[in-house]
């Protein structure tokens, strides 16, 4: 039953959401009309009911009826492997019982916190940089998840089951940004809160000046006040074990009283070394999201809302041309951009693609200025949604044939290999094989409007590399 369900949800979405959020999921159980399915855990379940009820809904009617119902097992995933069934309308928010366990208020640092001064919340001071907002934060492939994870966070903080919030990814990616904006979003929704913006290294500094002048007490009855506390960076904690420790009670109270933390790291939680086991474990609790390198259209959409942010204007070919060159992460675009801009108003240039292309030089060592066939064969084999190594082996498959003779086409127009090369980079065809496939794709070029529409479009990707 539920393979035929598959089959049908396979149809109606995306491969990658399929792959994503269908796949790991484990029939357990069909009991009369009652489908249950195991799902890893309560934020995927989660997911599944906020995106995909609907088409749930119609495929269990399909296969089951109209008494039909789906039931789902959660996978706990505190260790030990006891899930419970839950029904669809249903969800149940549990705090692990871990928490309750550990907790030990008789800690003495943590002693009634609100006998500290109180904070007037006029003067209490976010730490937030109000220029980062969901508003300028682009969407794309890249961010999908740990975007709206956060603006789930930011719209019901503590209330949510990504408590804590964990979003993780390579520099310049834009976590800090993120968390921010989650933070400025949950202020202005709510100014009565007190949130907290801190890096992990300034929590380490204070934590060390509080030992030394005696004030441990109040820089934990500090943060024990919280409501919101975000925390940048936290590889930074890793080895500094006191201070692991006091972070570890103010998390665990934070959490407890259903207060919200977010915080970020440059690597998953799994490879932060240095950092205490049980601090660990606690940063399962709620959803861990990564940022991957921006793709080429975020990277466009970037450049572009920079550009309207900043009054500036700089022609499509430029742009392009950055989107395509400058692919490592967000701060390096933006870098590339400033100086661009500096460079036209110094030398009171227009900016055009030959201002581009310096004011790249003098940024990244080896800009890629020639296309390579590595990169036509890729492109290709992507657009043509075959595999890269069919390109280069002996099958007759139509599609594969057609995507081969264009990946050649371009070879012979962009790069400058011979003809011999070219035919020895696809699989070790012979010359006359290549002039054969230029050839074709020439004359269907001239003979079939679909097809010449798609090598335009795929020109467009070489071209700007090409210059
Ligand atoms: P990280 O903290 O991961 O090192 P930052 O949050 O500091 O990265 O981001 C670097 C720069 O890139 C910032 O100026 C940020 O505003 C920008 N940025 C990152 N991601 C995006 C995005 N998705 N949309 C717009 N700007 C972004
Ligand atoms: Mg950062």
């Known amino acids: 039953v539920w393979n035929n369900c598959l089959q049908v949800i396979k149809d109606n979405i995306g491969e990658q959401s399929y792959k994503t959020w269908f796949e790991p999921i484990v029939p357990l159980s069909l009991a009369g009309n009652v489908l249950t399915i195991q799902v890893p855990s309560q934020f995927f379940y989660e997911w599944l009911e906020e995106h995909y009820v609907g088409l749930l809904k119609k495929v269990v009617f399909q296969e089951l009826g109209s008494e039909g119902r789906l039931e789902y097992s959660i996978i706990v995933d505190q260790g030990n492997d006891h899930s419970k069934p839950q029904t669809v309308n249903i969800p149940t928010k549990k705090v692990p019982a871990a928490v309750a366990n550990s907790y030990s208020p008789e800690r003495s640092f943590l002693k009634n916190p609100f006998e500290s001064k ?62 921010q904006a989650i933070g400025n979003h949950i202020k202005s929704n709510n100014p009565d809160k007190f949130v907290l913006y801190v890096s992990s290294e300034k929590f380490v500094n204070q934590f060390i000046e509080s030992l030394k002048t005696n004030n441990v007490q109040d820089f934990a009855n500090f943060y024990l006040l919280v409501d919101i506390l975000i925390i940048d960076d936290v590889q930074f904690l890793s080895g500094k074990e006191k201070t692991q420790e006091m972070f570890f009670h103010i998390f665990n109270h934070l959490h407890q009283s259903g207060k919200q933390i977010v915080m970020t790291s440059d690597c998953p939680p799994r490879d932060l070394k240095g950092l205490e086991e049980r601090l660990l474990s ?18 466009m959409a970037i450049i572009y809302k920079k550009m309207q942010s900043d009054g500036i204007h700089i022609p499509d070919n430029v742009i392009e041309y950055l989107a395509y060159s400058v692919d490592t992460n967000v701060r390096e675009l933006e870098g590339v951009l400033i100086s661009l801009i500096a460079q036209s108003s110094l030398n009171r240039k227009e900016i055009d693609l030959e201002l581009a292309k310096a004011a790249l030089k003098h940024i990244i060592e080896d800009v890629e200025t020639e296309v390579n066939l590595d990169f036509i064969q890729k492109t290709v084999a992507e657009y043509f949604q075959v595999s890269l190594d069919s390109l280069k082996a002996k099958t007759r498959k139509k599609e594969i044939v057609t995507a081969r003779q264009v990946a050649m086409y371009f070879a012979k127009e962009y790069t400058s290999h011979s003809l011999k090369s070219i035919g020895y980079h ?29 090598i335009q479009e795929l020109q467009k990707k070489f071209k700007v590399k090409a210059v």
């Open 118 to 179: 109180a904070i007037d919340r006029h003067f209490f001071n976010s730490q937030l940089n109000q220029s980062y907002t969901f508003e300028n934060y682009i969407e794309g492939d890249c961010n999908r998840l740990a975007r709206s994870a956060g603006y789930a966070v930011a719209n019901k903080p503590g209330t949510t089951s990504f408590n804590p919030l964990m979003v993780y990814g390579g520099v310049g990616l834009g976590k800090t940004h993120l968390v």
């Open 282 to 299: 606690r940063f399962k609790w709620g959803l861990t999201a990564d940022l991957q390198s921006p793709d080429f259209e975020t990277r």
């Open 426 to 454: 696809f699989g070790g065809r012979d010359h006359s094989t290549v002039i054969h496939s230029v050839q074709t794709v020439s004359d269907l070029i001239d003979t079939d409007k679909k097809f010449k529409a798609s």
